[in-house]
């Protein structure tokens, strides 16, 4: 965000994050996307490469890792590992037991019903 604070959003690839207005819901400044070297950085991958595994590379637990609750409704999910030229498919339980063995402890957002909120009318 714009004090410096890191996030990592993972979600399905047709999930629709709202940036503009995800600050509110996750109590922040205004996010950005994370500029290359400070990728490089926290999470040892460069742009167009970055994936849930990559918190792996996160030692300090600089970046708090937010989950899309939509994962958790498919029996696998996959990710690249560390480089996009590959896909792993895992369980959405294993990637809450990498999150805990790489000191991370994601927050959850539905993001369907954010975006259903956002579209209701007022």
């Known amino acids: ?21 995800l600050h509110k819901t996750l109590g922040c400044k205004r ?14 991958v460069t742009p167009g490469s970055v994936t849930f595994f990559s918190i792996i ?6 970046v708090q890792l937010i989950l899309d609750a939509a994962l958790f409704n498919h029996d696998i999910v996959n990710f690249h590992p560390l480089k996009n030229d590959a896909t792993t498919a ?16 994601p927050v959850t957002i539905d993001f369907k019903a954010l975006q259903d909120a956002a579209n209701a009318p007022s």
Request: charged residues 15%.
């Open 90 to 105: 895992v369980t959405p339980k294993a990637l809450l037991t990498f999150a805990k063995h790489t000191h991370h402890t």
């Open 57 to 62: 590379n996160d030692r300090n637990s600089a």
């Open 1 to 21: 965000d714009k004090t410096g604070a890191l996030f990592l959003i993972c979600a399905l690839g047709d999930t629709v994050i709202p940036v503009n207005t």
């Open 31 to 44: 996010l950005s996307f994370a500029k290359p070297d400070l990728l490089l950085a926290h999470l040892g």
